[in-house]
C-alpha cells in the first residue's frame, strides 16, 4: 500500500465541508474520511484542516498515481484551488447577495468528488421528501455498494453493476418504478461510455442524459453544478428557488416564481450564478442535500424584504401581481 500526502494552501478562504446523510463521508477528529474508486481500485482518502489557510490530504492505495487521482478529486470537492477573487470583487456590494458574500467569503456550491455520485443522488432525490431520499440513498450504498474491510468506509456501486440491477432490487430500496430505470439506463450510459462524466464536452453528456426517460433539467443541472464544477448553471426548477424568486419578483410571501423567471433572475450573475444561488439562499457548507437549501432567517440572510432591488441595483419591470391578474 502506497501513501501520498499533500500539503496545500488554499486559493481563497475555505472551510471543509460537513458530512452528508449517505453514509460515504465519516468525520474523526477533525479528519475527514472516505473511500473512492479510481479506475476500479480502492483509496482510502483523508483530508483536514489544521488552520485556516492549510488543509491536509493523505490518500492510500496500491499504486501512487491511484492515489494522486484520489487527492486531486478531493481537492476538487473542497474547492481549494477555486480563486473566488473574482467573483467577490463583482458581487460583494450586490443588493441581492452582497451581506452574504461580505460575511461568508468562504462558501462554495457543495460538490462530490465523483460525478457519477452527483448523477445518482439527483436521480434518487427528485420530487421527494429528502429524508426519504437518504434512505434509498443509505439502503443503496449499504446493500449494493463497495465496502473497505479494514477501514468499514463504503463506496457507491460502480456504474456497471447500477446498470445491472433488476429494476425489483432499487424499487425493494424505495425508488419508484421510474425512477429505478432511468437510474440503472443512466449508469448504463456511463458504463459503456456513451456518457463520459469527466469529458471536458459536458454538453454532449448532458444530451444523452436528456434523452433518458426520468432525467430532465434540474438533474443536468445538479450534474453540471455538484459533479463537474460548472459555477454557471443554477437548478432553477429546484423549490427552494421558486420560493426564494416569488416574494422578490411578485411581492407576496407565498408566491412562487417560474423556472424562467428565476433563471432570468440570475442571469446577471453569469458565469456565477450557481455560486449566486448559494449565496442568495443561505446555503451552508455541506455534502447532504444535492436540492437547494431553504433560505436563512438569521441576521446572515442576504434578503429579508421581497421587494429588494435586483442584481446591478435595478427593480424588475414586471407589473405588479394585481396589474398581472388583470
Known amino acids: 500500500m502506497i ?3 499533500r500539503e496545500v494552501r488554499p486559493a481563497w478562504p475555505v472551510r471543509l465541508p460537513r458530512p452528508g446523510m449517505d453514509g460515504l463521508v465519516r468525520r474523526r477528529g477533525g479528519v475527514l474520511e472516505r473511500l473512492l474508486h479510481v479506475d476500479g481500485e480502492p483509496v482510502r482518502v483523508q483530508v483536514a484542516q489544521p488552520e485556516r489557510s492549510l488543509v491536509l490530504f493523505g490518500a492510500a492505495a496500491a499504486r501512487g498515481d491511484l492515489a494522486e487521482e484520489a487527492i486531486e478529486r478531493m481537492r476538487f470537492a473542497t474547492g481549494v484551488d477555486d480563486d473566488l477573487r473574482p467573483f467577490h470583487e463583482a458581487f460583494r456590494s450586490d443588493p441581492l447577495i452582497g451581506a452574504s458574500v461580505r460575511a461568508r467569503p468562504h462558501l462554495r456550491v457543495p460538490r462530490r468528488p465523483e460525478p457519477f455520485e452527483v448523477l445518482c443522488w439527483a436521480i434518487c432525490e427528485q420530487l421527494i421528501e429528502y429524508r426519504r431520499a437518504v434512505e434509498i440513498e443509505r439502503g443503496i450504498v449499504r446493500r449494493l455498494g463497495r465496502s473497505c474491510a479494514d477501514s468499514g468506509l463504503r463506496d457507491l456501486p460502480s456504474a ?13 430500496l424505495g425508488l419508484s418504478a421510474g425512477r429505478s430505470l432511468a437510474l440503472r439506463r443512466a449508469a448504463g450510459e456511463v458504463a459503456c461510455g456513451r456518457v463520459d462524466l469527466r469529458s471536458a464536452d459536458h454538453e454532449a453528456g448532458w ?23 460548472r459555477n454557471d448553471r ?10 426564494f424568486a416569488g416574494p422578490l419578483l411578485h411581492g407576496h410571501p407565498r408566491a412562487r416564481a417560474t423556472e424562467d423567471e428565476v ?19 443561505g446555503a451552508p457548507v455541506a455534502q447532504g442535500s444535492l436540492r437547494a437549501t431553504a433560505p436563512v432567517t438569521g441576521p446572515s440572510a442576504p434578503l429579508r424584504r421581497p421587494r429588494a432591488p435586483l442584481p446591478g441595483g435595478t427593480r424588475s419591470s414586471r407589473p405588479s401581481p394585481r396589474r398581472r391578474a388583470a
Do not use: N
Not at 456497471?160 to 425493494?172: G, H, I
Not at 434523452?211 to 463537474?228: F, M, N, P, S
Not at 443554477?234 to 420560493?243: I, S, T, V
Open 3 to 5: 501513501t501520498v500526502r
Open 160 to 172: 456497471a453493476s447500477l446498470a445491472a440491477v433488476a429494476p425489483a432490487e432499487l424499487e425493494r
Open 207 to 229: 444530451r444523452r442524459l436528456r434523452a433518458i426517460a426520468g432525467i430532465g433539467q434540474w438533474t443536468v443541472d445538479v450534474l453540471a453544478l455538484h459533479g463537474q464544477g
Open 234 to 243: 443554477l437548478p432553477a426548477g429546484d423549490l427552494a428557488y421558486l420560493k
Open 263 to 281: 433563471r432570468e433572475l440570475f442571469a446577471p450573475y453569469g458565469r456565477w450564478a450557481g455560486l449566486a444561488g448559494a449565496h442568495a439562499l
